[in-house]
């Protein structure tokens, strides 16, 4: 009769890829069964983290051998897990350094992706692998916790939860290659300078924009502005002069440009999965300003919450997936495509 422990560790096991599961399933099973204290009903916090890590892995590393996402992604996700802690990281301090009284929600998280940043760029992958998942879970309690009294930024948020989610998946299933090893360390600059100058031009260009009590209508810029400023309401910068202001949007777009030229400077294989990891995060911003516009100004101007309908939870829960299955299968034929013409090229020259 199967235990209650045994049957946990056997669902435990189904992260790893099926092949891997028929050759050693069997083993490992019984060697957790065989260390487990007396009495345990749960597998072990480390044993599980350690599983869940060595899965994904084997899963998205080059040995799966194909699988449902191809191979490829273990040197990828060595680049795409720092570079979206890079993300998470300035844009929360951002929030935070604007912002007159952030809360302890935000400095927390704040702190949990700069340890996450530490972890990653030293190295130290089964740290940084846990700590994002850590970081994750501070970036989605509070969203949860707030979705009843107030969803509609819960809803307009849930692009950065996805952006979490993605960093700690790539950190748990990264190769052992450094992130400078699989871009150069040139392009990796660019691309982690590009973040960090957005961020602090928002921060310089923050201004008086948002008010202790501006609640949702921080959106309306112009009841924030104090006379004398420019601003720009479409990215909520301000300065006091229509010169100053150019130079912030000059500087932004300068900073995103050079960290599109870096990014599609990148190896193929990476750059293409570096498109496919931000696919789903720009399908739920996407999603969420096209389709919800209507529900949360009727949510915001009705006075009480409007629940959302089985299409639009439906929505939220595929398409960020299906979007990333999407890609990955477009990754893995076009590497496949590759290969080939390189194989037909060589096959050329030899004949020639």
Same mark, same amino acid.
């Given at each position: 009769?199967?235990?209650?422990?045994?049957?946990?560790?056997?669902?435990?096991? @189904?992260?790893?890829?099926?092949?891997?599961? @028929?050759?050693? +399933?069997?083993?490992?099973?019984?060697?957790?069964?065989?260390?487990?204290?007396?009495?345990? @009903?749960?597998?072990?916090?480390?044993?599980?983290?350690?599983?869940?890590?060595? +899965?994904?892995?084997?899963?998205?590393? $080059?040995?799966?051998?194909?699988?449902?996402?191809?191979?490829?992604?273990?040197?990828?996700?060595?680049?795409?897990?720092?570079?979206?802690?890079?993300?998470?990281?300035?844009?929360?301090?951002?929030?935070?350094? #604007?912002?007159?009284?952030?809360? /302890?929600?935000?400095?927390?998280?704040?702190?949990?992706?700069?340890?996450?940043?530490?972890?990653?760029?030293?190295?130290?992958?089964?740290?940084?692998?846990?700590?994002?998942?850590?970081?994750?879970?501070? *970036?989605?309690?509070?969203?949860?916790?707030?979705?009843?009294?107030?969803?509609?930024?819960?809803?307009?948020?849930?692009?950065?939860?996805?952006?979490?989610?993605?960093?700690?998946?790539?950190?748990?299933?990264?190769?052992?290659? $450094?992130?400078?090893?699989?871009?150069?360390?040139?392009?990796?600059?660019?691309?982690?300078? !590009?973040?960090?100058?957005?961020?602090?031009?928002?921060?310089?260009? /923050?201004?008086?924009?948002?008010?202790?009590?501006?609640?949702?209508?921080?959106?309306?810029? *112009?009841?924030?502005? #104090?006379?004398?400023?420019?601003?720009?309401?479409?990215?909520?910068?301000?300065?006091?002069?229509?010169?100053?202001?150019?130079?912030?949007?000059?500087?932004?777009?300068?900073?995103?440009?050079?960290?599109?030229? !870096?990014?599609?400077?990148?190896?193929?294989?990476? #750059?293409?999965?570096?498109?496919? !990891?931000?696919?789903?995060?720009?399908?739920?911003?996407?999603?969420?300003?096209?389709?919800?516009?209507?529900?949360?100004?009727?949510?915001?101007?009705?006075?009480?919450?409007?629940?959302?309908?089985?299409?639009?939870?439906? !929505?939220?829960?595929?398409?960020?997936?299906?979007?990333?299955?999407? +890609?990955?299968?477009?990754?893995? #034929?076009?590497? *496949?495509?590759? $290969?080939?013409?390189?194989?037909?090229?060589?096959?050329?020259?030899?004949? /020639?």
């Amino acid at each position: 009769m199967t235990t209650p422990l045994e049957g946990r560790y056997e669902r435990l096991l @189904r992260v790893y890829p099926a092949a891997f599961r @028929r050759a050693h +399933g069997e083993d490992m099973l019984t060697t957790m069964l065989a260390d487990a204290g007396d009495g345990q @009903r749960w597998p072990r916090p480390g044993d599980a983290a350690d599983i869940v890590r060595h +899965g994904l892995r084997l899963r998205l590393s $080059r040995r799966s051998g194909g699988g449902l996402l191809g191979g490829g992604w273990a040197d990828a996700c060595a680049l795409i897990g720092p570079l979206a802690v890079v993300v998470l990281l300035t844009f929360r301090l951002t929030s935070v350094l #604007r912002g007159p009284h952030p809360g /302890s929600a935000p400095l927390l998280q704040t702190a949990a992706w700069a340890l996450v940043a530490v972890a990653a760029f030293a190295g130290l992958r089964r740290g940084a692998a846990v700590l994002g998942w850590v970081a994750l879970l501070a *970036e989605v309690v509070p969203p949860v916790r707030q979705f009843a009294s107030d969803p509609v930024p819960v809803v307009y948020g849930l692009w950065w939860s996805v952006l979490a989610l993605v960093a700690a998946v790539a950190l748990t299933a990264a190769g052992p290659r $450094r992130p400078w090893a699989v871009a150069g360390p040139r392009r990796l600059a660019v691309l982690v300078a !590009a973040p960090l100058v957005v961020g602090a031009v928002g921060v310089l260009g /923050s201004g008086m924009l948002v008010a202790e009590d501006a609640g949702f209508s921080a959106f309306y810029l *112009e009841d924030l502005v #104090r006379p004398g400023t420019y601003v720009t309401s479409y990215t909520g910068l301000e300065a006091p002069s229509a010169a100053e202001l150019d130079l912030m949007l000059l500087a932004i777009a300068a900073a995103l440009l050079a960290g599109v030229v !870096a990014a599609a400077r990148l190896p193929g294989p990476i #750059r293409r999965r570096l498109i496919v !990891a931000a696919a789903p995060v720009l399908a739920m911003s996407a999603l969420v300003n096209v389709t919800f516009n209507g529900w949360a100004v009727s949510t915001v101007h009705m006075g009480h919450n409007i629940p959302l309908v089985a299409g639009q939870w439906a !929505a939220l829960a595929l398409v960020p997936p299906l979007v990333f299955l999407t +890609g990955a299968q477009w990754a893995r #034929r076009r590497d *496949e495509t590759m $290969r080939l013409a390189a194989l037909g090229a060589a096959a050329e020259r030899e004949r /020639s």
